[in-house]
C-alpha cells in the first residue's frame, strides 16, 4: 500500500509530533477516576467512609473506561433515542426506542450499586453522591437525571410509603440490575409553567373516598416535561383542590408504567424533545388519560412532600453533578495542558494557563466538598436530629448550592474548553462539549438561578431562615472569614428592610457570596483541601497577585 501522507508523516514531521502529543494525552487518561482524585479521596477520609473506597474504585474505573466509551456512543445523533408510536396495524403504542450503548451505560451505572445503596444503609446519602460525582463524570449519560429521580422515589417511599407501596415499589427501585429494575422520572413542569408549580393544572379524581397516602385517584390533562418518560414509575404532582390555593392545592401520586393487571397505564406520549443538551436520556410531553395513580403520603401535604424528600434530593443530584462537571473538565484539560505545547513550550507551563486550571480544580473540590457537607445533614435530617438553625442552614444552603454549582461548573467546563482551544469545540475529540450543554440543563432543571435566590429570599422573610444560616456558617468557617461573614449578614438584614426590586437585585451577588460561604467552610479542617480553600476565597475578596498566589496556584497543578 502506498504512503498516505495524511497519516504516515515521517517522525520528525511536525505534524506527526503534534499528533503524537495530542495521542500521549489520550493515553494520560486516568484509568480510574477516584484514585486519581485525591479531593474525593480525602473528603471520604475525613467523613470516615473509607471502607467504601472499594466501590468508589469500581465506579472510578467503569466510568473512565466501559462507560465513557459507551455514553460517547450513545450521544451521537443516529444512536439518541427515538419514540416508535404505532405498530403494524395501527394501533397507538408509544415505545421510546434506545440505541444498545444506552442499555450498557445503564448496567455500568445502576450496576455500581448506587440505588441499592439506599436499602443497604438507611441514611447513606454522602456515600451515595460519591458515587454520583464519578458517574456523573460522564455528563447526564442517559441515566443520571433518572438516578436523582429514582434517589427521590426511594427516599418519598421509605418516608411516606404505605407497607403496600414500599412492598411494590420499593425492591424494584432498588434492584441494581438494569435489566430487571424501575427507574423513576418525576414530573411537575407544566406548558403554563416549571417555576410556579402553584399553576399546576392536572387534575386528580378520587376513585374512592379517603384522602390518606395510598389512596387511589385517576390523573388527566399533560405534563410538558417527562424526564425518562420510559420510566417504570412516575411521581406526579396534580391538582386536588380549587386552583386559588396555588401550591397547597396540589396532591403527590405514583403513577406505574403498568397497572396492577399489568396493562399499560393511561399515559400517551406525544413527543420526545430535541435537547440541547442530556440528549441521551428521553424528555418527551405526556398527556395523561385518567391514569391510574396512588397517593403518596396524605394528598393534601403533596407540595410540602414533593419539595422535603424529592425537590431537595434532585438538587442536592444536581449540584454534585454539576460538581462532577467541573472535576472531569479539569481531568481532561490539566493532562491536555501537559501534552499540547506552544511556542516551544507546554502550554501548562504558561502563568494564565495555571491560574485557569487551578481555578477549575479548586472550585471543583469546593463544589464536591459542599454536597457532602449537605449530604451528611441530609442524614442528620433523616434521622431527625437536626437543631433548628442546623435545619435552617440546610433549607437555605441546598438552593444556594445548586444555583452557585451550575454557575461554577459552566465556567469550569467553558474554561476547559478554552484551555483545549479549537479543539475544545469539537464534539469528537473530547467530552468537554457534551458536558457543556448538559450543564446548560443542569442550570435550568430544578429550579432556576432567579427561582432558587426568589426563593431564598421569602424563606428568609418569611422564616427568619438566614439567622439559622448564619449561626451554623459563623461556627464551621476559619477566623478569617468571621468579619467578611459579619458584613454580609448585615447586608442581608438590609436588603430583607429594602423594596422588592432592589432587594431582589441586591441579593444576585450576595447569594453567591453565601453559597461561597457554605463550600468554604465544607473544606474547613481538610487539610488535602486547604489549597482549593484558599483559592475559593476569590470569590469573596480580591486576592493579592503574589509570591504567595503564585505558590497556590503552582501547588494545584496536576
Ligand atoms: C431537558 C429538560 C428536561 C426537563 N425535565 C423535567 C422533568 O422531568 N420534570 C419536570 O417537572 N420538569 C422538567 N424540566 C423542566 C424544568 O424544571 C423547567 O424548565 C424549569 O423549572 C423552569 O421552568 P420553565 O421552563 O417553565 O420556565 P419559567 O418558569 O417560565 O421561567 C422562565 C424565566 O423566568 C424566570 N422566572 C420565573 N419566575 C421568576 C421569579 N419569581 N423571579 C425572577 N425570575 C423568574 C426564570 O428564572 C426563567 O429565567 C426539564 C427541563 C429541561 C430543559
Not at 100 to 120: C, L
Not at 179 to 197: H, K, M, P, W, Y
Not at 435 to 462: F, I, M, P, S
Not at 471 to 491: I, K, Q, S, T, Y
Amino acid at each position: 500500500m502506498s504512503p498516505q501522507p495524511w497519516t504516515d508523516s515521517p517522525p520528525d514531521d511536525a505534524a506527526a509530533r503534534g499528533r503524537a502529543a495530542l495521542t500521549a494525552w489520550l493515553a494520560a487518561q486516568p484509568t480510574d477516576l477516584f484514585a486519581d482524585d485525591a479531593e474525593l479521596r480525602a473528603l471520604v477520609e475525613a467523613y470516615g467512609f473509607e471502607d467504601r473506597a472499594p466501590g468508589l474504585s469500581a465506579a472510578g474505573r467503569a466510568v473512565a473506561g466501559p462507560l465513557d466509551a459507551a455514553v460517547r456512543e450513545n450521544n451521537l445523533h443516529r444512536n439518541l433515542p427515538v419514540l416508535d408510536d404505532y405498530d403494524a396495524v395501527g394501533n397507538y403504542r408509544p415505545r421510546v426506542s434506545h440505541h444498545p450503548s444506552w442499555r450498557e451505560a445503564g448496567r455500568i451505572i445502576y450496576g455500581t450499586g448506587i440505588m441499592a445503596a439506599y436499602g443497604e444503609a438507611r441514611r447513606p446519602h454522602r456515600y451515595v453522591l460519591s458515587l454520583f460525582y464519578l458517574t456523573a463524570q460522564a455528563g447526564e449519560a442517559g441515566h443520571n437525571c433518572p438516578l436523582a429521580c429514582a434517589a427521590g422515589a426511594i427516599r418519598v417511599l421509605q418516608e411516606l410509603g404505605t407497607p403496600a407501596q414500599q412492598a411494590r415499589y420499593l425492591s424494584p427501585l432498588l434492584n441494581p440490575d438494569f435489566d430487571q429494575n424501575f427507574t423513576a422520572s418525576q414530573f411537575l413542569t407544566e406548558v403554563q409553567g416549571g417555576s410556579d408549580v402553584g399553576a399546576n393544572a392536572l387534575i386528580a379524581t378520587p376513585v374512592e373516598r379517603g384522602r390518606g397516602a395510598g389512596s387511589r385517584w385517576t390523573l388527566r390533562g399533560e405534563k410538558w416535561f417527562c424526564s425518562n418518560v420510559d420510566a417504570d414509575v412516575y411521581v406526579i404532582t396534580a391538582r386536588v383542590a380549587d386552583p386559588a390555593r396555588g401550591t397547597a392545592g396540589l396532591g403527590l401520586f405514583l403513577v406505574p408504567a403498568l397497572r396492577a393487571d399489568g396493562r399499560p397505564n393511561r399515559v400517551h406520549i406525544r413527543r420526545l424533545k430535541d435537547k440541547l443538551g442530556t440528549r441521551s436520556m428521553a424528555s418527551g410531553e405526556l398527556d395523561l388519560l385518567d391514569a391510574e395513580a396512588e397517593a403518596i403520603g396524605p394528598v393534601d401535604d403533596g407540595f410540602k412532600n414533593v419539595i422535603q424528600h424529592v425537590i431537595t434530593t434532585s438538587r442536592l443530584y444536581n449540584a454534585t453533578g454539576c460538581a462532577a462537571h467541573a472535576r472531569r473538565a479539569w481531568v481532561v484539560a490539566s493532562t491536555y495542558a501537559q501534552h499540547r505545547a506552544a511556542f516551544g513550550r507546554p502550554i501548562g507551563a504558561f502563568a494564565t494557563v495555571q491560574e485557569t486550571l487551578a481555578w477549575m480544580r479548586a472550585d471543583a473540590a469546593a463544589m464536591l466538598a459542599g454536597s457532602l457537607w449537605l449530604a451528611a445533614l441530609a442524614e442528620r435530617q433523616d434521622a431527625g436530629a437536626l437543631q433548628p438553625p442546623e435545619a435552617a442552614f440546610f433549607r437555605v444552603a441546598v438552593n444556594l448550592h445548586k444555583l452557585r454549582t451550575a454557575q461554577l461548573a459552566h465556567e469550569a467546563v467553558n474554561r476547559g474548553i478554552e484551555v483545549l482551544g479549537g479543539n475544545g469545540a469539537i464534539e469528537s475529540f473530547s467530552v468537554l462539549p457534551r458536558l457543556l450543554r448538559d450543564n446548560v440543563v443542569y442550570e435550568n432543571w430544578e429550579g432556576t438561578h432567579n427561582v432558587l435566590r426568589a426563593q431564598v429570599l421569602r424563606d428568609c422573610e418569611r422564616y427568619g431562615v438566614h439567622e439559622g444560616f448564619f449561626a451554623v456558617l459563623a461556627g464551621a468557617l476559619p477566623p478569617e472569614d468571621w468579619a467578611l461573614l459579619a458584613a454580609d449578614r448585615e447586608a442581608i438584614q438590609r436588603l430583607l428592610l429594602a423594596p422588592a426590586p432592589l432587594r431582589e437585585l441586591g441579593f444576585r451577588p450576595l447569594a453567591d457570596r453565601l453559597a461561597t460561604y457554605v463550600m468554604r467552610a465544607a473544606m474547613a479542617g481538610v487539610e488535602a483541601l486547604a489549597g482549593c480553600a484558599a483559592l475559593t476565597r476569590r470569590h469573596l475578596v480580591a486576592l493579592p497577585l503574589d509570591e504567595a498566589y503564585l505558590a497556590l496556584i503552582g501547588g494545584l497543578q496536576r
